[in-house]
């Protein structure tokens, strides 16, 4: 298997974390018409879908942040 470039691993990961924020536009869009039709249980369950599709996106954000601080330097030393 060739190694990737961090560059790459980053890339992909912003992407992913792209469509995950997609997805949760997508049910909360899909959580707000059910609590207008007073559907609340399909409005809830939308809404904690949205959530963990947030949360995916920030744990992606959260890697590309770690894999970043690996390859930074402090400046001023």
């Known amino acids: 298997m060739e190694d990737r470039r961090p560059q790459?691993?980053?890339?992909?990961?912003?992407?992913?974390?792209?469509?995950?924020?997609?997805?949760?536009a997508r049910h909360l869009r899909v959580a707000g018409k059910h609590m207008r039709d007073r559907?609340?249980?399909?409005?809830?369950a939308h809404a904690f879908a949205a959530r963990g599709h947030m949360i995916t996106a920030s744990r992606l954000m959260d890697e590309n942040a770690v894999l970043h601080a690996s390859?930074?330097?402090?400046?001023?030393?």
């Open 39 to 44: 559907e609340v249980p399909r409005a809830c």
């Open 71 to 77: 390859k930074s330097v402090a400046a001023g030393d």
């Open 8 to 24: 790459d691993i980053a890339a992909e990961r912003f992407e992913r974390s792209a469509e995950e924020l997609e997805m949760a």
